[in-house]
């Protein structure tokens, strides 16, 4: 069992700033304020501003098998390595993880500081605000209006998807090779999916703060698509409804560390 000194190095928490963002699909023709999406669809619908009142940190990388491992005390990853992303991950595992991350910080020794934090996973907005970075190109990579390149090529400094690999090897692939985004966020696109809090539902209309998603539905949601995933699902603004009891080798998550009010 790792020391919470180790486990915390591990997670690389980084600082996601208070502040607000245009949400939702991007599919809004040449003049507007956003870069047009063709692969946008009616499930990523509306355009909403959403605004995070209290900043908050979140794992830098997504949660690695030596870290899962070390909270939960076994591994159900199929690809397995230490550095790997932790994934073939249900969803109610995800959640244990942070229950019982919450539970190791409270007994700790040491910094007290760290019990004035407890562990979850993201909600989708504040997925979606992390992942953008400012941004409202399909993807968090610089925009140039002049390049005219694929999709796909836009994608391969920053993910890994079904198109972009290395040869001869299956994914997941290690954390953080890849450039991060301008919030110091490695591999938001591809590697693997990530599970957020919420239900799969309709986007509320108008302006929203801090909002935690519906109260009841039948699928979990996923994001950030995976490393057998198709360029378009790698998008910022993609969504995927999983039941929440599925898992696969393409399925893992990020936590995020918010201050007790």
């Given at each position: 069992?790792?020391?919470?000194?180790?486990?915390?190095?591990?997670?690389?928490?980084?600082?996601?700033?208070?502040?607000s963002q245009t949400l939702?699909?991007?599919?809004?023709?040449?003049?507007?304020?956003?870069?047009?999406?063709?692969?946008?669809?009616?499930?990523?619908?509306?355009?909403?501003?959403?605004?995070?009142?209290?900043?908050?940190?979140?794992?830098?990388?997504?949660?690695?098998?030596?870290?899962?491992?070390?909270?939960?005390?076994?591994?159900?990853?199929?690809?397995?390595?230490?550095?790997?992303?932790?994934?073939?991950?249900?969803?109610?595992?995800?959640?244990?993880?942070?229950?019982?991350?919450?539970?190791?910080?409270?007994?700790?020794?040491?910094?007290?500081?760290?019990?004035?934090?407890?562990?979850?996973?993201?909600?989708?907005?504040?997925?979606?605000?992390?992942?953008?970075?400012?941004?409202?190109?399909?993807?968090?990579?610089?925009?140039?209006?002049?390049?005219?390149?694929?999709?796909?090529?836009?994608?391969?400094?920053?993910?890994?998807?079904?198109?972009?690999?290395?040869?001869?090897?299956?994914?997941?692939?290690?954390?953080?090779?890849?450039v991060p985004n301008a919030?110091?966020?490695?591999?938001?696109?591809?590697?693997?999916?990530?599970?957020?809090?919420?239900?799969?539902?309709?986007?509320?209309?108008?302006?929203?703060?801090?909002?935690?998603?519906?109260?009841?539905?039948?699928?979990?949601?996923?994001?950030?698509?995976?490393?057998?995933?198709?360029?378009?699902?790698?998008?910022?603004?993609?969504?995927?409804?999983?039941?929440?009891?599925?898992?696969?080798?393409?399925?893992?998550?990020?936590?995020?560390?918010?201050?007790?009010?």
């Amino acid at each position: 069992e790792a020391s919470l000194e180790a486990l915390m190095e591990e997670l690389a928490l980084v600082r996601i700033p208070y502040g607000s963002q245009t949400l939702g699909r991007s599919s809004i023709g040449p003049g507007a304020s956003e870069e047009a999406d063709p692969d946008a669809d009616v499930t990523q619908e509306p355009v909403r501003d959403f605004e995070i009142s209290i900043g908050h940190w979140m794992t830098s990388l997504e949660v690695s098998q030596r870290a899962y491992e070390s909270v939960m005390g076994d591994n159900p990853s199929v690809a397995v390595r230490e550095n790997l992303p932790a994934n073939n991950i249900r969803f109610h595992q995800a959640q244990e993880f942070c229950r019982r991350l919450n539970a190791i910080v409270l007994t700790a020794d040491g910094d007290s500081d760290w019990r004035n934090y407890y562990f979850r996973l993201p909600t989708e907005d504040e997925w979606e605000y992390a992942a953008r970075a400012g941004t409202r190109a399909p993807i968090s990579a610089a925009s140039d209006p002049n390049n005219r390149r694929p999709f796909p090529f836009l994608l391969e400094p920053i993910a890994w998807f079904e198109t972009h690999r290395v040869e001869n090897e299956e994914g997941p692939y290690e954390r953080g090779q890849l450039v991060p985004n301008a919030f110091g966020l490695y591999d938001c696109h591809g590697n693997v999916g990530e599970w957020v809090s919420d239900w799969f539902g309709d986007y509320p209309a108008g302006p929203v703060v801090d909002p935690q998603g519906p109260v009841s539905g039948s699928y979990r949601i996923g994001r950030g698509g995976s490393w057998i995933s198709y360029p378009q699902c790698l998008r910022s603004v993609f969504r995927a409804g999983f039941p929440p009891a599925i898992c696969y080798e393409g399925l893992g998550f990020r936590a995020v560390r918010t201050r007790n009010l």
